[in-house]
């Protein structure tokens, strides 16, 4: 908690995201109900930032505090799974590695920077392997089932990239259960029922006549920059190796999982593989069908990092041959040391920058530039049009057009009725007085046309400054 609070005196890290979960926020807090928020995630994360708010009063404290105990969470839940593995050599030395391990390696603790919903997300899905794990040890109590079915519940009304991790659960513990020979199919429906029950309950509430869709069906095929960005990211859990190396020891550890498995047995081995599998096809569906634009960066691929580290720790257990007189979980203890001493300078670096509010998209730096100043400062009526509005909607409370795009960022497709829509903007901001506002932090959009395509228009630049344009209709009545 301490490594999240002082990481971020001037605030937590700001995405575009990010933004969208604080519009939420704002809106909670103005009475406008769960069913006005963006149906583009579901309301876990907003509610959890509201009632944070209402304890401290302060958007920015709400957001650090939340991610702060949410990262103590995940550590802790960890520790507790990584504790009760069996067969485990050198076991206090691999919990204590396994714990930091994650504070140290590259990603894990930095996503808990920001004000984004994997913090509490990955927090719940810890919770969630330590309970799957006393369910299967012991069935019988209802604590250990009632501790599953809250954790489920709350992964799916965080994100809902929980559905393939919900459903390895269901199946892992049907699995386990039929193994064991005990009855299970009234408490696996239990379960099913109970923990998808809140998130059903908000896709039939916002499914009514003016909802719009949570995603869009749209085929797109994989390109090659998400297999680079899949293997630049599992490269970094690995202290920075070659990407398609790092990508074959994933696929190798995961195959050796499942051998392990097919010996043993191990509801733990189970578990890690199948959610492993589970969320990777999930991603590969969901690129193909739903989001093109998505990156498979290292938030995306977040929740398979602590699954990937305990399938390590679980199967090195399941060995009972050494190696040259050295044992699995010596190796492991000497592979996670390493991995943590390669990880610790850009984990530094990150954490100093964030420390100087010197990174993300509502940075010191950007927040007092003189274009959003002067922008801030016009009257309330008057339209704002701009490619990126997370500053004056954070610090100023001013809401932003965005301006047209060329091409839909989901489908990938370009936008025929782009210089129609440009010519709409124009008229609205020509009859309103509205202005436009392009600024250089925007071109983490590509979908937003620059200026050389603004200036092909009716526009003229009234102000210059910082890299920033500050654009009027050059035309007359």
Aim: hydrophobic residues 55%; aromatic residues 12%; glycine residues 6%.
């Amino acid at each position: 908690m301490a490594l999240v609070w002082f990481s971020t005196p001037t605030g937590p890290i700001f995405s575009p995201d990010s933004v969208s979960y604080i519009r939420s926020l704002r809106m909670l807090q103005a009475g406008d109900g769960v069913l006005a928020l963006d149906n583009h995630w579901p309301p876990g994360y907003p509610l959890l930032l509201s009632f944070m708010y209402s304890l401290v009063g302060s958007e920015m404290l709400a957001a650090r505090l939340l991610s702060a105990v949410s990262l103590a969470l995940s550590l802790v839940a960890l520790a507790l799974f990584t504790s009760r593995l069996e067969n485990l050599r050198s076991a206090r030395l691999l919990l204590t590695l396994v714990v930091l391990v994650h504070l140290l390696g590259y990603a894990f603790s930095f996503l808990h920077l920001f004000a984004l919903s994997e913090p509490p997300f990955v927090a719940a899905l810890c919770w969630a392997l330590v309970a799957y794990q006393r369910v299967s040890a012991a069935p019988s109590e209802r604590g250990n089932w009632l501790l599953l079915i809250c954790c489920l519940a709350g992964m799916l009304l965080l994100r809902y990239t929980a559905l393939p991790l919900f459903a390895a659960f269901l199946f892992s513990l049907a699995v386990q259960l039929h193994l064991s020979g005990r009855r299970y199919l009234v408490r696996l429906l239990g379960v099913a029922v109970l923990s998808s029950a809140p998130l059903l309950i908000w896709l039939w509430l916002i499914s009514g006549e003016t909802g719009e869709a949570v995603r869009e069906y749209s085929f797109h095929a994989l390109r090659m920059v998400h297999f680079r960005e899949l293997t630049l990211a599992l490269s970094r859990w690995m202290g920075g190796i070659e990407g398609t190396l790092a990508f074959c020891i994933y696929i190798a550890v995961l195959v050796t999982a499942a051998w392990q498995w097919l010996k043993n047995h191990r509801p733990e081995l189970l578990l890690l593989l199948t959610c492993s599998v589970g969320y990777l096809l999930f991603l590969i569906l969901s690129l193909l069908f739903f989001d093109a634009h998505t990156p498979l960066n290292v938030r995306l691929v977040l929740p398979l990092y602590p699954l990937f580290v305990l399938l390590l720790v679980s199967f090195a257990g399941s060995f009972t041959r050494s190696w040259r007189g050295l044992d699995y979980s010596t190796v492991l203890v000497t592979l996670l040391v390493v991995v943590i001493g390669l990880g610790l300078p850009a984990l530094r670096l990150r954490l100093k920058t964030s420390a100087a509010g010197a990174i993300g998209s509502a940075n010191l730096v950007e927040r007092n530039l003189q274009l959003y100043s002067r922008v801030a400062a016009l009257p309330p009526a008057t339209p704002i049009y701009s490619n990126t509005g997370e500053i004056l909607y954070l610090f100023f409370r001013r809401d932003v057009l965005a301006t047209p795009r060329l091409y839909d960022p989901i489908t990938m497709q370009q936008n025929p009725n782009f210089i129609a829509e440009t010519a709409a903007m124009i008229k609205h901001m020509h009859d309103a007085d509205g202005v436009l506002l392009w600024m250089p932090m925007g071109g983490k959009r590509p979908y937003y046309p620059k200026t050389d395509v603004l200036l092909q228009f009716p526009l003229k630049i009234i102000a210059e400054a910082d890299g920033g344009y500050l654009m009027v209709p050059d035309i007359t009545d």
